[in-house]
């Protein structure tokens, strides 16, 4: 088959792996690409239409032969922006059924590139852990935002609802529209057009002291950039209220 052949899927995870189950044959060959835009009845002859029952027989399939932390691998690089991520995906589980784990660790282009995906989205997500900045809005509610390279939120939520496991917070994905709630043990994934927030009085307050005191103890003359971007890259600063002007 010519290797220009491409096949598009509805850019789910459940379709990517719906993808691999229906072309699992022909994976070295073709490209698989992401088309959300799809109306039902009137699907082209090359787009493959999720099926729950597939997408579970791949994910039952490697679960059984790789365990849960290769699925989840599998998911990280799936949260990448990286535009041929689905190819990546597809030749790396055909490589690893048909030659086993070594496949993942071998010098093969496929499965290097998902190690390097898979390591980056890690990286983000254990960074986020710790940066991560939340203030207290109007109402007691704990709200922290963020712009990450990745496609993390489901990722890192799990994080918070451990360690604040009696608050209620939201974490907002401001890059992807989209955000986490979380409440009395329940969290609930959403969509978000617009955010209009009000930080609580006491947030204010403690704002400013710290701002007050960042400029207090800074010294100018022995400003250190590259030290700076070196503890914290730069990408980590929007939301930091002391690089506020």
């Known amino acids: 088959m010519n290797s220009s052949v491409y096949f598009k899927y509805d850019g789910t995870f459940e379709g990517l792996m719906t993808a691999i189950f229906e072309k699992y044959g022909e994976l070295e060959h073709i490209h698989i690409v992401c088309e959300k835009e799809q109306i039902n009845f009137l699907l082209p002859e090359n787009f493959i239409k999720t ?52 496949f993942l660790f071998s010098d093969n282009e496929t499965p290097t590139e998902f190690r390097r995906l898979s390591k980056r989205v890690g990286s983000e997500n254990h960074s986020y852990k710790g940066l991560l900045r939340f203030r207290e809005l109007e109402g007691g509610i704990l709200f922290a935002e963020f712009k990450p390279e990745n496609d993390i939120l489901m990722f890192l939520a ?74 914290m890259p730069k990408r980590y600063w929007e939301f930091l209220p002391e690089r506020e002007d």
Not at 159 to 169: M, N, Q, V
Request: include cysteine.
């Open 51 to 102: 099926d729950e029952e597939k997408a579970e027989r791949v994910l039952r399939g490697l679960k059984k032969d790789f365990g849960v932390d290769f699925i989840r691998r599998v998911m990280y690089v799936f949260s990448t922006p990286f535009e041929t991520k689905e190819d990546v995906i597809a030749k790396t589980v055909k490589g690893m059924f048909l030659y086993g784990k070594g």
């Open 158 to 231: 799990p994080h918070f609802i451990r360690r604040l496991p009696k608050e209620k917070f939201v974490i907002a994905d401001t890059a992807r529209k989209k955000c986490v709630f979380y409440s009395d043990g329940q969290a609930e994934f959403m969509e978000i057009e617009s955010l209009s927030l009000k930080d609580s009085d006491s947030e204010e307050f403690f704002k400013e002291a710290w701002k007050k005191f960042y400029k207090t103890v800074a010294i100018d003359e022995r400003r250190n950039e590259k030290l700076m971007i070196s503890n």
